[in-house]
């Protein structure tokens, strides 16, 4: 562990000495080389890992459920990459932009520094602040102190008579000492998000889907669902396990099974649903992702009432309202499955009772 921590916070330690150095020298003490690789670990490698590699990819009550919400990542991974480029734009660039380009580029580095400050508060674990989280702060900051000295070095030569109002209005603020400047900016992020936020309601984001992506997550810190997980036995399976858990003489369970390595109840109308998601899954992947997007809908409503769901009669009539989709999903397996009983048979089984099955 020891190992990973000096490997993987290398960046993260170059950029605080940068940092400090800057804040003592009023220079950057870091070489090109040097800084550039820290970077693109720091801003674009740890990152991605962690994005990939650490957090589930899905909202997940038994595992390792997504940062930020599946249905609103459109919008903070937008905001993330505007971040991104205003960033290297402004790490790379040699000469002062336009005075409106300036302003934008510096409120998304602003925007950049209380973003990774909301993610360090909604991931609460120290170790990916520190490797990820405070040096993207750093070097943001950097960027936008580098952006001031740039601009005060070559304002001179500029005529403000030859400008537009917005351009006047935008130098004037870009003018303005640090302590005023950068407040004045901040509220210019107000509107820069304002235009990002109208362009992705094209794609179907929504207004909040920025508080979004993080509310409406599981078991983060600025996360708003933790209750669906409430009374969620993992390795359950929504309406049908609901169904499962009546009163024997209706539902018939036939056998215990295996799922994300908890024992569940399986009674026939569990196996026949299972056998036929895989079916459809096999077959027609797409389709198979709306119909579980939708399932999950349905979910969401049986986590939030568990309680309820939990009473055998309630169980019992779940079980009976759902007999016609259990016909009908048997009637699928039997007309387009080889052998439908051997799908059916080894759902919820162990990865070593699937093999014995299918050697059969």
């Keep these: 562990m020891g190992l990973y921590i000096l490997v993987f916070g290398f960046p993260g330690f170059i950029a605080m000495i940068d940092f400090v150095g800057f804040v003592f020298t009023g220079r950057r003490i870091v070489g090109t080389v040097l800084l550039r690789i820290t970077e693109v670990c720091s801003m674009l490698i740890l990152p991605y890992m962690y994005l990939n590699l650490v957090s589930g990819p899905v909202n997940n009550c038994c595992g390792d459920s997504a940062p930020f919400s599946p ?50 508060i909604h991931v609460e674990e120290s170790i990916y602040v520190f490797l990820g989280n405070i040096p993207i702060i750093l070097l943001s900051i950097l960027a936008i102190a580098k952006n001031h000295q740039l601009f005060m070095e070559s304002n001179s030569d500029i005529d403000l008579n030859d400008l537009n109002k917005i351009e006047r209005l935008a130098r004037k603020v870009l003018q303005l000492k640090p302590v005023v400047k950068f407040p004045i900016i901040f509220i210019f992020c107000i509107p820069v998000l304002f235009v990002v936020t109208a362009l992705l309601l094209i794609v179907g984001q929504k207004p909040d ?8 997550t599981y078991k983060h810190g600025l996360s708003q669902w933790d209750y ?5 036995q993992c390795g359950g399976h929504y309406l049908c396990s609901v169904a499962a858990k009546g009163h024997t003489n209706i539902v018939r369970p036939q056998r215990y099974g295996v799922r994300n390595g908890g024992k569940i109840i399986c009674n026939r ?16 992947p797409s389709v198979h992702k709306i119909i579980r997007k939708q399932y999950n809908r349905v979910g969401d409503v049986v986590h939030r009432y568990y309680n309820f769901f939990d009473i055998k009669l309630v ?7 759902m007999k016609p989709l259990e016909w009908f999903f048997l009637i699928t397996l039997y007309s387009f499955d080889r052998k439908p009983e051997n799908r059916i048979a080894k759902q919820y089984l162990s990865i070593e009772e699937r093999r014995i099955l299918k050697d059969k």
Excluded: W
């Excluded at 889907?209 to 409406?216: P, Q």
């Excluded at 196996?271 to 096999?282: D, G, K, P, R, W």
């Design 209 to 216: 889907s920025l508080i979004r992506a993080f509310t409406d």
């Design 315 to 321: 169980s019992d009539i779940v079980y009976i309202l």
């Design 228 to 232: 669906k997980c409430d009374n969620v």
């Design 71 to 120: 249905d609103h990542q459109i919008t903070i991974y937008t905001v993330i990459a505007l971040c991104l480029l205003a960033y290297f734009y402004s790490s790379f660039r040699k000469e002062m932009a336009g005075p409106i380009v300036e302003i934008v580029s510096n409120a998304l580095l602003i925007i950049c520094i209380v973003l990774n400050i909301f993610i360090a």
């Design 269 to 284: 109308q569990l196996l026949v649903s299972n056998a036929f998601e895989e079916l459809v899954q096999e077959t027609f």
